[in-house]
Protein backbone atom coordinates (compact mmCIF):
# COMPACT_ATOMS: atom_id res chain seq x y z
CA UNK A 1 0.00 0.00 0.00
CA UNK A 2 1.42 3.16 -1.13
CA UNK A 3 2.50 5.83 2.11
CA UNK A 4 2.80 9.40 2.36
CA UNK A 5 6.37 10.84 3.86
CA UNK A 6 6.26 13.65 6.03
CA UNK A 7 9.93 15.10 7.48
CA UNK A 8 10.22 15.21 10.93
CA UNK A 9 13.36 17.62 10.99
CA UNK A 10 16.18 19.39 8.35
CA UNK A 11 18.30 16.26 7.74
CA UNK A 12 14.95 14.10 7.42
CA UNK A 13 14.34 16.49 4.68
CA UNK A 14 17.57 16.03 3.31
CA UNK A 15 16.92 12.24 3.24
CA UNK A 16 13.86 12.14 1.94
CA UNK A 17 15.05 15.00 -0.68
CA UNK A 18 17.94 12.01 -1.59
CA UNK A 19 15.43 9.55 -2.37
CA UNK A 20 13.21 11.97 -5.46
CA UNK A 21 16.55 12.54 -6.45
CA UNK A 22 17.72 8.66 -6.55
CA UNK A 23 14.00 7.83 -8.06
CA UNK A 24 12.83 6.04 -4.58
CA UNK A 25 10.01 8.75 -4.21
CA UNK A 26 7.98 11.10 -5.37
CA UNK A 27 7.05 14.24 -3.88
CA UNK A 28 4.09 15.99 -4.11
CA UNK A 29 4.87 19.27 -2.35
CA UNK A 30 6.96 20.90 -0.40
CA UNK A 31 7.46 18.92 2.78
CA UNK A 32 5.29 15.82 1.59
CA UNK A 33 6.44 12.74 -0.11
CA UNK A 34 5.13 9.17 -1.40
CA UNK A 35 6.53 6.06 -2.56
CA UNK A 36 3.32 6.17 -5.02
CA UNK A 37 3.25 6.15 -8.14
CA UNK A 38 2.44 9.44 -10.25
CA UNK A 39 -0.82 8.00 -11.01
CA UNK A 40 -1.73 6.75 -7.97
CA UNK A 41 -1.36 10.55 -6.51
CA UNK A 42 -4.91 11.29 -6.84
CA UNK A 43 -6.16 8.06 -5.32
CA UNK A 44 -3.94 8.08 -2.28
CA UNK A 45 -4.63 11.70 -1.46
CA UNK A 46 -8.55 11.65 -1.66
CA UNK A 47 -8.04 8.20 0.81
CA UNK A 48 -5.20 10.36 3.29
CA UNK A 49 -6.03 13.24 3.09
CA UNK A 50 -5.82 13.74 6.77
CA UNK A 51 -3.04 13.16 7.11
CA UNK A 52 -1.92 15.88 4.72
CA UNK A 53 -4.28 18.62 6.52
CA UNK A 54 -2.91 17.32 10.10
CA UNK A 55 0.79 18.05 8.61
CA UNK A 56 0.43 21.32 6.84
CA UNK A 57 -2.77 23.12 8.83
CA UNK A 58 -2.00 24.60 13.26
CA UNK A 59 -4.56 22.24 15.48
CA UNK A 60 -7.02 21.65 12.77
CA UNK A 61 -10.81 20.43 12.97
CA UNK A 62 -12.43 18.83 9.83
CA UNK A 63 -15.24 21.25 9.61
CA UNK A 64 -18.52 22.22 7.54
CA UNK A 65 -19.68 18.91 5.09
CA UNK A 66 -16.02 17.36 5.32
CA UNK A 67 -16.84 16.65 9.19
CA UNK A 68 -19.40 14.36 7.94
CA UNK A 69 -17.87 12.87 4.45
CA UNK A 70 -15.08 12.54 5.65
CA UNK A 71 -13.37 13.22 2.14
CA UNK A 72 -12.70 15.67 -0.08
CA UNK A 73 -15.73 16.64 -2.55
CA UNK A 74 -14.61 17.80 -6.01
CA UNK A 75 -10.90 18.10 -4.41
CA UNK A 76 -12.17 20.53 -1.34
CA UNK A 77 -12.00 19.81 1.92
CA UNK A 78 -12.84 22.18 4.60
CA UNK A 79 -11.21 22.48 8.26
CA UNK A 80 -11.26 25.11 10.67
CA UNK A 81 -7.79 26.07 12.14
CA UNK A 82 -5.35 28.53 14.28
CA UNK A 83 -5.70 31.10 11.19
CA UNK A 84 -6.21 34.78 11.04
CA UNK A 85 -8.10 34.80 7.77
CA UNK A 86 -9.37 32.44 5.40
CA UNK A 87 -7.08 30.77 3.38
CA UNK A 88 -6.56 27.97 0.92
CA UNK A 89 -3.82 25.68 0.59
CA UNK A 90 -3.44 23.46 -2.81
CA UNK A 91 -1.58 20.51 -2.50
CA UNK A 92 -2.27 19.05 -6.34
CA UNK A 93 -5.20 19.49 -8.41
CA UNK A 94 -6.45 16.61 -6.54
CA UNK A 95 -6.58 18.12 -2.91
CA UNK A 96 -7.46 21.74 -1.87
CA UNK A 97 -7.74 22.85 1.71
CA UNK A 98 -9.98 25.46 2.58
CA UNK A 99 -9.01 27.21 6.12
CA UNK A 100 -11.36 28.91 8.39
CA UNK A 101 -10.21 31.09 11.23
CA UNK A 102 -12.02 29.83 14.67
CA UNK A 103 -12.58 27.46 17.75
CA UNK A 104 -10.90 23.61 16.73
CA UNK A 105 -11.74 22.48 20.14
CA UNK A 106 -15.56 23.63 20.85
CA UNK A 107 -17.93 20.83 20.04
CA UNK A 108 -15.49 18.09 18.25
CA UNK A 109 -14.84 14.85 18.75
CA UNK A 110 -11.72 12.54 17.03
CA UNK A 111 -12.20 10.40 13.96
CA UNK A 112 -8.45 9.36 13.36
CA UNK A 113 -5.44 9.72 15.70
CA UNK A 114 -4.35 13.06 13.32
CA UNK A 115 -7.42 14.92 13.05
CA UNK A 116 -10.82 15.74 14.86
CA UNK A 117 -13.87 16.57 13.31
CA UNK A 118 -16.88 19.01 14.31
CA UNK A 119 -19.34 16.81 16.41
CA UNK A 120 -22.85 16.36 15.38
CA UNK A 121 -24.32 19.84 16.67
CA UNK A 122 -21.73 21.91 15.13
CA UNK A 123 -21.95 20.33 12.14
CA UNK A 124 -26.01 21.57 11.85
CA UNK A 125 -24.42 24.65 12.64
CA UNK A 126 -21.75 24.95 9.93
CA UNK A 127 -23.81 23.45 7.31
CA UNK A 128 -26.62 26.36 7.52
CA UNK A 129 -23.73 29.00 6.69
CA UNK A 130 -24.81 30.75 3.72
CA UNK A 131 -22.04 30.33 0.49
CA UNK A 132 -20.46 33.12 -1.84
CA UNK A 133 -17.52 32.34 -3.69
CA UNK A 134 -17.08 28.97 -5.90
CA UNK A 135 -15.28 26.81 -3.26
CA UNK A 136 -17.74 27.77 -0.59
CA UNK A 137 -20.54 26.36 -2.84
CA UNK A 138 -19.14 23.12 -2.04
CA UNK A 139 -18.59 23.84 1.67
CA UNK A 140 -22.20 23.60 3.32
CA UNK A 141 -24.69 20.57 2.72
CA UNK A 142 -27.49 22.99 3.29
CA UNK A 143 -30.79 23.14 4.92
CA UNK A 144 -32.00 20.06 3.75
CA UNK A 145 -29.79 18.15 4.67
CA UNK A 146 -29.34 19.38 8.72
CA UNK A 147 -33.45 18.90 8.11
CA UNK A 148 -32.88 15.31 7.41
CA UNK A 149 -30.33 15.09 10.36
CA UNK A 150 -32.63 16.14 12.33
CA UNK A 151 -35.42 13.39 11.54
CA UNK A 152 -32.60 10.60 11.37
CA UNK A 153 -31.61 11.62 14.74
CA UNK A 154 -35.86 11.86 15.91
CA UNK A 155 -35.91 8.39 14.78
CA UNK A 156 -32.87 7.08 16.24
CA UNK A 157 -32.95 8.30 19.62
CA UNK A 158 -36.16 10.44 20.51
CA UNK A 159 -37.15 13.80 20.79
CA UNK A 160 -34.83 14.24 23.83
CA UNK A 161 -32.31 13.75 21.34
CA UNK A 162 -33.09 17.28 19.53
CA UNK A 163 -33.33 19.21 22.60
CA UNK A 164 -30.07 18.20 23.50
CA UNK A 165 -28.73 19.11 20.05
CA UNK A 166 -30.51 22.23 20.57
CA UNK A 167 -28.79 23.43 23.84
CA UNK A 168 -25.84 22.20 22.92
CA UNK A 169 -25.89 24.44 19.83
CA UNK A 170 -27.36 27.74 21.67
CA UNK A 171 -24.20 27.39 23.79
CA UNK A 172 -21.61 27.24 21.52
CA UNK A 173 -23.27 29.33 18.84
CA UNK A 174 -21.50 33.09 19.73
CA UNK A 175 -18.01 31.49 20.70
CA UNK A 176 -18.27 29.85 16.84
CA UNK A 177 -19.46 33.25 15.84
CA UNK A 178 -22.61 30.92 14.68
CA UNK A 179 -25.52 32.82 16.36
CA UNK A 180 -27.66 33.33 12.98
CA UNK A 181 -27.15 29.80 12.34
CA UNK A 182 -28.69 28.76 15.59
CA UNK A 183 -31.37 31.14 15.35
CA UNK A 184 -32.19 29.05 11.78
CA UNK A 185 -31.80 25.70 13.52
CA UNK A 186 -33.64 26.22 16.41
CA UNK A 187 -36.85 27.27 14.17
CA UNK A 188 -36.03 24.12 11.81
CA UNK A 189 -35.92 21.85 15.59
CA UNK A 190 -39.15 23.28 16.96
CA UNK A 191 -40.92 22.89 13.61
CA UNK A 192 -39.58 19.05 13.49
CA UNK A 193 -40.95 18.85 16.94
CA UNK A 194 -44.27 20.71 15.98
CA UNK A 195 -44.13 23.43 18.24
CA UNK A 196 -43.02 25.89 15.57
CA UNK A 197 -45.11 26.19 11.96
CA UNK A 198 -43.74 24.26 9.45
CA UNK A 199 -44.09 26.82 6.47
CA UNK A 200 -40.65 28.78 6.28
CA UNK A 201 -38.73 26.83 8.54
CA UNK A 202 -38.80 23.21 7.02
CA UNK A 203 -37.76 22.21 3.14
CA UNK A 204 -37.46 18.40 3.09
CA UNK A 205 -40.00 16.09 2.42
CA UNK A 206 -38.85 14.37 4.94
CA UNK A 207 -38.88 16.75 7.55
CA UNK A 208 -42.44 17.78 6.76
CA UNK A 209 -43.64 14.41 6.35
CA UNK A 210 -42.25 13.94 10.20
CA UNK A 211 -43.43 17.29 11.60
CA UNK A 212 -46.81 16.34 9.87
CA UNK A 213 -46.28 12.89 12.25
CA UNK A 214 -45.93 10.75 8.74
CA UNK A 215 -42.16 10.08 8.58
CA UNK A 216 -40.89 8.14 5.85
CA UNK A 217 -38.01 6.05 5.26
CA UNK A 218 -36.30 7.92 2.63
CA UNK A 219 -33.17 5.42 1.69
CA UNK A 220 -36.63 3.19 0.20
CA UNK A 221 -37.89 6.41 -1.11
CA UNK A 222 -34.29 6.89 -3.15
CA UNK A 223 -34.16 3.29 -4.02
CA UNK A 224 -37.80 3.66 -5.75
CA UNK A 225 -37.13 6.38 -7.55
CA UNK A 226 -34.10 4.76 -9.41
CA UNK A 227 -36.23 1.37 -9.91
CA UNK A 228 -38.97 3.75 -11.33
CA UNK A 229 -35.89 5.76 -13.23
CA UNK A 230 -34.89 2.13 -14.52
CA UNK A 231 -38.52 0.89 -15.63
CA UNK A 232 -38.90 4.06 -17.75
CA UNK A 233 -36.45 3.03 -19.65
CA UNK A 234 -37.88 0.01 -20.61
CA UNK A 235 -39.95 -0.32 -23.40
CA UNK A 236 -42.78 -3.02 -22.66
CA UNK A 237 -44.90 -4.48 -25.01
CA UNK A 238 -48.49 -5.50 -23.77
CA UNK A 239 -49.35 -8.95 -24.05
CA UNK A 240 -53.48 -8.95 -24.08
CA UNK A 241 -55.13 -11.25 -22.69
CA UNK A 242 -57.51 -13.18 -24.23
CA UNK A 243 -60.77 -13.13 -21.82
CA UNK A 244 -62.44 -16.42 -21.38
CA UNK A 245 -63.80 -17.23 -18.15
CA UNK A 246 -62.66 -20.87 -18.13
CA UNK A 247 -59.16 -19.62 -18.56
CA UNK A 248 -59.08 -16.73 -16.32
CA UNK A 249 -60.08 -19.55 -13.78
CA UNK A 250 -57.43 -21.99 -14.44
CA UNK A 251 -54.90 -19.25 -14.79
CA UNK A 252 -55.85 -18.07 -11.70
CA UNK A 253 -55.60 -21.68 -9.36
CA UNK A 254 -51.96 -21.97 -10.53
CA UNK A 255 -51.36 -18.41 -9.66
CA UNK A 256 -52.68 -18.77 -6.21
CA UNK A 257 -50.76 -22.35 -6.27
CA UNK A 258 -47.72 -20.91 -7.10
CA UNK A 259 -48.07 -17.58 -4.83
CA UNK A 260 -48.84 -19.52 -1.44
CA UNK A 261 -45.92 -22.23 -2.43
CA UNK A 262 -43.40 -19.40 -2.63
CA UNK A 263 -44.52 -18.81 1.07
CA UNK A 264 -44.16 -22.06 2.75
CA UNK A 265 -47.51 -23.08 2.48
CA UNK A 266 -46.63 -26.02 0.37
CA UNK A 267 -49.47 -28.37 -0.95
CA UNK A 268 -49.59 -31.09 -4.35
CA UNK A 269 -51.33 -29.71 -6.71
CA UNK A 270 -53.56 -32.37 -6.73
CA UNK A 271 -54.49 -31.74 -2.99
CA UNK A 272 -54.56 -28.33 -4.43
CA UNK A 273 -57.53 -28.58 -6.53
CA UNK A 274 -59.71 -30.36 -4.13
CA UNK A 275 -59.19 -26.95 -1.90
CA UNK A 276 -60.14 -24.46 -4.55
CA UNK A 277 -62.88 -26.69 -6.58
CA UNK A 278 -63.90 -28.90 -3.96
CA UNK A 279 -63.65 -26.08 -1.57
CA UNK A 280 -62.04 -28.85 1.29
CA UNK A 281 -59.83 -28.68 3.70
CA UNK A 282 -56.75 -30.33 3.86
CA UNK A 283 -55.95 -33.10 6.56
CA UNK A 284 -55.58 -30.83 9.68
CA UNK A 285 -54.30 -27.80 7.54
CA UNK A 286 -57.49 -25.43 8.12
CA UNK A 287 -55.79 -22.09 7.69
CA UNK A 288 -53.10 -23.44 5.36
CA UNK A 289 -56.36 -24.77 3.12
CA UNK A 290 -57.94 -21.37 3.40
CA UNK A 291 -54.44 -19.34 2.48
CA UNK A 292 -54.69 -20.90 -0.84
CA UNK A 293 -58.38 -20.64 -1.52
CA UNK A 294 -58.19 -17.22 0.21
CA UNK A 295 -56.05 -15.93 -2.47
CA UNK A 296 -57.51 -17.59 -5.49
CA UNK A 297 -60.76 -15.87 -4.45
CA UNK A 298 -59.50 -12.59 -4.89
CA UNK A 299 -57.21 -13.20 -8.13
CA UNK A 300 -60.16 -14.97 -9.90
CA UNK A 301 -62.84 -12.04 -9.23
CA UNK A 302 -62.41 -10.82 -12.17
CA UNK A 303 -64.51 -7.19 -10.97
CA UNK A 304 -61.63 -7.14 -8.19
CA UNK A 305 -59.34 -7.78 -9.96
CA UNK A 306 -59.76 -4.77 -12.35
CA UNK A 307 -59.46 -1.84 -9.50
CA UNK A 308 -56.30 0.01 -8.78
CA UNK A 309 -55.48 2.74 -6.67
CA UNK A 310 -56.32 6.30 -7.99
CA UNK A 311 -55.11 8.13 -5.13
CA UNK A 312 -52.59 7.44 -2.13
CA UNK A 313 -55.49 7.48 0.29
CA UNK A 314 -57.54 4.65 -1.94
CA UNK A 315 -54.04 2.54 -2.02
CA UNK A 316 -53.92 2.56 1.98
CA UNK A 317 -57.37 1.46 1.80
CA UNK A 318 -56.96 -1.55 -0.75
CA UNK A 319 -54.21 -3.03 0.46
CA UNK A 320 -55.72 -3.38 4.07
CA UNK A 321 -58.93 -5.12 2.71
CA UNK A 322 -57.17 -7.34 0.17
CA UNK A 323 -55.02 -7.99 3.77
CA UNK A 324 -57.77 -8.54 5.69
CA UNK A 325 -59.45 -10.84 3.04
CA UNK A 326 -56.61 -12.84 2.21
CA UNK A 327 -55.40 -13.69 6.10
CA UNK A 328 -59.42 -13.97 7.56
CA UNK A 329 -58.85 -17.14 9.17
CA UNK A 330 -55.18 -15.72 10.67
CA UNK A 331 -56.93 -13.74 13.56
CA UNK A 332 -53.12 -13.97 15.07
CA UNK A 333 -51.80 -11.83 11.82
CA UNK A 334 -54.20 -9.25 12.58
CA UNK A 335 -55.57 -9.13 9.02
CA UNK A 336 -56.07 -5.90 7.77
CA UNK A 337 -54.05 -4.14 10.55
CA UNK A 338 -50.38 -2.56 9.37
CA UNK A 339 -48.11 -4.07 11.39
CA UNK A 340 -47.24 -2.45 15.19
CA UNK A 341 -43.52 -4.55 14.96
CA UNK A 342 -40.78 -3.61 12.88
CA UNK A 343 -40.43 -7.03 10.51
CA UNK A 344 -36.94 -8.72 8.71
CA UNK A 345 -36.46 -11.31 5.99
CA UNK A 346 -32.59 -12.78 6.51
CA UNK A 347 -30.45 -9.50 6.24
CA UNK A 348 -33.25 -7.32 5.20
CA UNK A 349 -34.87 -5.02 7.30
CA UNK A 350 -38.06 -3.63 6.31
CA UNK A 351 -39.49 -0.23 6.42
CA UNK A 352 -40.30 0.41 10.31
CA UNK A 353 -44.18 0.95 11.35
CA UNK A 354 -43.73 4.88 12.21
CA UNK A 355 -42.23 5.64 8.81
CA UNK A 356 -44.46 2.92 7.03
CA UNK A 357 -47.88 5.01 6.27
CA UNK A 358 -45.31 8.15 5.00
CA UNK A 359 -43.59 5.82 3.03
CA UNK A 360 -46.02 4.10 1.01
CA UNK A 361 -47.48 7.21 0.34
CA UNK A 362 -44.20 8.33 -1.51
CA UNK A 363 -43.88 5.43 -3.42
CA UNK A 364 -47.62 5.50 -4.59
CA UNK A 365 -46.85 9.29 -5.83
CA UNK A 366 -43.76 7.70 -7.77
CA UNK A 367 -45.64 4.69 -9.18
CA UNK A 368 -48.53 7.21 -10.49
CA UNK A 369 -45.78 8.51 -12.65
CA UNK A 370 -45.16 5.29 -15.20
CA UNK A 371 -46.63 4.11 -17.81
CA UNK A 372 -49.42 1.37 -17.38
CA UNK A 373 -48.82 -2.34 -17.62
CA UNK A 374 -45.95 -4.36 -16.83
CA UNK A 375 -43.97 -1.28 -15.88
CA UNK A 376 -46.25 -0.19 -12.49
CA UNK A 377 -46.66 -3.99 -11.68
CA UNK A 378 -43.64 -4.59 -11.14
CA UNK A 379 -42.96 -1.55 -9.13
CA UNK A 380 -45.81 -2.28 -6.95
CA UNK A 381 -44.86 -5.60 -6.59
CA UNK A 382 -41.53 -4.21 -5.01
CA UNK A 383 -43.56 -1.53 -2.74
CA UNK A 384 -45.08 -3.96 -1.12
CA UNK A 385 -42.72 -6.21 -0.79
CA UNK A 386 -40.29 -3.13 0.60
CA UNK A 387 -42.26 -1.98 2.64
CA UNK A 388 -43.58 -5.18 4.35
CA UNK A 389 -47.16 -3.43 5.56
CA UNK A 390 -48.70 -6.07 7.67
CA UNK A 391 -47.05 -9.46 10.25
CA UNK A 392 -47.58 -11.81 7.17
CA UNK A 393 -48.90 -12.07 3.84
CA UNK A 394 -47.24 -9.60 2.39
CA UNK A 395 -44.94 -11.71 -0.37
CA UNK A 396 -49.19 -13.16 -1.61
CA UNK A 397 -50.21 -9.31 -1.19
CA UNK A 398 -47.91 -8.03 -3.23
CA UNK A 399 -48.12 -10.77 -6.19
CA UNK A 400 -51.65 -10.10 -6.17
CA UNK A 401 -51.44 -5.89 -6.74
CA UNK A 402 -48.97 -6.79 -9.61
CA UNK A 403 -51.44 -8.94 -11.22
CA UNK A 404 -54.51 -6.36 -10.66
CA UNK A 405 -52.33 -3.98 -12.31
CA UNK A 406 -51.89 -6.35 -15.54
CA UNK A 407 -55.56 -7.14 -15.57
CA UNK A 408 -56.88 -3.78 -15.02
CA UNK A 409 -55.17 -2.51 -18.87
CA UNK A 410 -56.97 -5.86 -20.06
CA UNK A 411 -52.64 -7.53 -19.90
CA UNK A 412 -52.16 -11.03 -19.11
CA UNK A 413 -51.41 -12.19 -15.52
CA UNK A 414 -48.33 -13.83 -14.32
CA UNK A 415 -47.58 -16.87 -12.15
CA UNK A 416 -44.44 -17.16 -10.51
CA UNK A 417 -43.97 -21.12 -10.35
CA UNK A 418 -42.01 -22.85 -7.94
CA UNK A 419 -38.96 -24.15 -10.16
CA UNK A 420 -38.47 -20.47 -10.65
CA UNK A 421 -38.45 -18.90 -7.03
CA UNK A 422 -35.03 -18.64 -6.26
CA UNK A 423 -34.44 -16.30 -9.45
CA UNK A 424 -37.29 -14.10 -8.64
CA UNK A 425 -36.09 -13.91 -4.63
CA UNK A 426 -32.74 -13.70 -5.82
CA UNK A 427 -33.92 -10.21 -8.48
CA UNK A 428 -35.47 -8.88 -4.91
CA UNK A 429 -32.43 -9.19 -3.50
CA UNK A 430 -30.01 -7.86 -5.65
CA UNK A 431 -32.71 -4.80 -5.71
CA UNK A 432 -33.13 -4.27 -2.35
CA UNK A 433 -29.14 -4.76 -1.52
CA UNK A 434 -27.35 -3.45 -4.53
CA UNK A 435 -29.97 -1.15 -6.40
CA UNK A 436 -29.70 -3.25 -9.34
CA UNK A 437 -32.68 -4.04 -11.00
CA UNK A 438 -32.05 -5.78 -14.37
CA UNK A 439 -32.26 -9.60 -13.31
CA UNK A 440 -35.43 -8.49 -10.96
CA UNK A 441 -37.47 -7.55 -14.16
CA UNK A 442 -36.11 -9.64 -16.31
CA UNK A 443 -37.49 -11.80 -14.51
CA UNK A 444 -41.10 -10.40 -14.74
CA UNK A 445 -40.85 -9.38 -18.12
CA UNK A 446 -39.93 -13.41 -19.08
CA UNK A 447 -42.56 -14.55 -16.78
CA UNK A 448 -45.40 -12.45 -18.19
CA UNK A 449 -44.67 -13.92 -21.66
CA UNK A 450 -44.49 -17.58 -20.04
CA UNK A 451 -47.54 -17.37 -18.57
CA UNK A 452 -49.41 -15.90 -21.99
CA UNK A 453 -47.97 -19.01 -23.80
CA UNK A 454 -49.91 -21.88 -21.88
CA UNK A 455 -52.84 -23.05 -23.00
CA UNK A 456 -55.43 -22.02 -19.92
CA UNK A 457 -58.43 -22.82 -21.66
CA UNK A 458 -57.80 -26.39 -20.81
CA UNK A 459 -57.11 -27.44 -17.76
CA UNK A 460 -55.46 -30.66 -18.16
CA UNK A 461 -53.80 -30.00 -20.81
CA UNK A 462 -52.24 -26.40 -18.89
CA UNK A 463 -51.12 -28.45 -16.20
CA UNK A 464 -49.80 -30.77 -18.40
CA UNK A 465 -47.79 -28.35 -20.13
CA UNK A 466 -46.77 -26.66 -16.82
CA UNK A 467 -45.83 -30.56 -15.14
CA UNK A 468 -43.86 -31.16 -18.67
CA UNK A 469 -41.68 -28.11 -17.85
CA UNK A 470 -40.94 -28.59 -14.04
CA UNK A 471 -42.68 -25.40 -13.08
CA UNK A 472 -43.83 -26.96 -10.03
CA UNK A 473 -40.56 -28.55 -8.89
CA UNK A 474 -38.26 -26.94 -7.08
CA UNK A 475 -35.39 -25.22 -8.71
CA UNK A 476 -32.79 -27.74 -8.52
CA UNK A 477 -35.00 -30.66 -9.60
CA UNK A 478 -36.31 -28.08 -12.58
CA UNK A 479 -34.70 -25.16 -13.75
CA UNK A 480 -32.63 -26.87 -16.21
CA UNK A 481 -35.75 -27.58 -18.14
CA UNK A 482 -37.53 -24.70 -16.92
CA UNK A 483 -35.22 -21.99 -18.46
CA UNK A 484 -35.52 -23.78 -21.92
CA UNK A 485 -38.88 -22.38 -21.92
CA UNK A 486 -38.59 -19.18 -21.44
CA UNK A 487 -34.96 -18.33 -22.96
CA UNK A 488 -36.30 -17.38 -26.13
CA UNK A 489 -38.07 -14.45 -23.96
CA UNK A 490 -36.05 -11.86 -24.70
CA UNK A 491 -35.95 -8.04 -24.46
CA UNK A 492 -32.73 -5.36 -24.51
CA UNK A 493 -32.74 -4.17 -20.88
CA UNK A 494 -30.64 -1.66 -19.21
CA UNK A 495 -27.60 -3.31 -17.54
CA UNK A 496 -28.35 -1.17 -13.76
Given at each position: ???????????????L????????????????????????????????????????????????R??????????H?????????????SV?????????????????????????R???????L??????????????????????????????????????T?????????????????????????????????????????????????????????A????L??????????P?????????????????????????????????????????Q?????????????????????????????S??????????????TM??????????????????????????????????????????????????????????????????????L??????????????????????????Y???L????????????V???????????????????????????????????????????????????????
Amino acid sequence: MPNLYFPKDTNDAKRLSALVHRGKLNRIRHGIYTDAAMEEIPTLLESRWYEVVAYLCHNPLAAYRTAHELRPVNGHVFVVADVKKRTKISVTSALTINIFPGDSYLLSEQFVPALSRSALPRQLLENLTETRSTAQELKSLGPEWVEEQLCKELERRGEGVLNTLRDQARSAAPTLGLEKEYSILDKKIGAVLSTQTIEGNLFSPLAIATAKNEPFDSSRQALFEALADYLKQCDFKPLIFDYNSASWRHLSFFESYFSNYIEGTEFEIDEAEKIVFSRQVIGNRHEDSHDVLAVFDIVSDYQEMTETPSHADDFLELIQRRHHTMMAQREDKRPGHFKQKINKADESVFVSPENLTGTLTKGFNIYKQLPEGLARSIFMQFLIAECHPFDDGNGRLSRIMMNAELHSVEQHKLIIPTVHRDSYLNGLRQATRQGKFRTFVKVFFQLQCYSASINWLDYGEAREQLELHKAHALPDDGVAEFNKQIKNHKMNLPTV
